[in-house]
């Protein structure tokens, strides 16, 4: 009995950690990347820049659509960042998910947030290919 | 013996896949992003633009310090693409693995097939982090 419990328990377990893989593979597949990079003016203060970065870092909790997002301070060496210091890449399942994304209230109220501090923006929006 | 069997081969699938699933987690934990966008000469031709997408393709096969690769054209309808048209995102552990894959002489063949083409360039290299 105590063979056929384990049997069974290792089997569960390979099942949904196979499952849990496949989710991760499936949602990783074709993802729509929306890449928001920013240039901000020169008088902007170290703490408006900082409440940017929190703002925007509090989106996706508030839009569900998100499924991921991660970004950066520039730190290249090409000098070929053409004056953009942040970089956002916010990640949807699909188009759909970014034409929420825009007119939601709470992305709204983020861009009346940066638009006092904002000198030059950048958006480059793709579905991720591996090939 | 079957039963004995089984389970010995559940097991060692569950350790496999468990240790897959947590070597993603860890790779995707503060990856190093390199973010590189194109805006072709306008007498480029498809088939340069085509054989330049298929070689940075090639790229992640060519030097093994690439983690991660993905890249679209962009399909933005905000006008906000500064005329870039391709965008390219070259993932490493940290900087060590971009540091590899500037000189390599796959990257350097690359960089000489992209040239011609070429009309501008941006880069913008950062460690992503969630919040």
């Not at 210091?85 to 994304?101: E, M, N, R, S, W």
């Not at 939601?104 to 501090?117: E, I, R, Y």
């Amino acid at each position: 009995m105590k063979t056929i419990a384990t049997l069974a328990i290792s089997l569960i377990l390979s099942a949904v950690l196979y499952a849990d893989h496949h989710k991760e593979k499936a949602a990783e597949a074709a993802p729509f990347r929306h890449v928001v990079m920013f240039k901000f003016k020169d008088d902007a203060t170290k703490e408006q820049v900082t409440a940017i970065e929190t703002a925007f870092s509090a989106l996706p909790k508030k839009i569900n659509t998100i499924t991921d997002y991660e970004w950066g301070a520039n730190v290249g060496k090409e000098n070929k960042n053409q004056g953009f210091t942040h970089c956002f890449i916010v990640t949807f399942k699909d188009q759909a998910g970014l034409d929420v994304y825009i007119p939601h209230p709470a992305h709204k109220a983020f861009v009346k947030l940066l638009l006092p501090s904002l000198d030059k923006v950048l958006v480059f929006d793709f579905t991720a290919k591996k090939n």
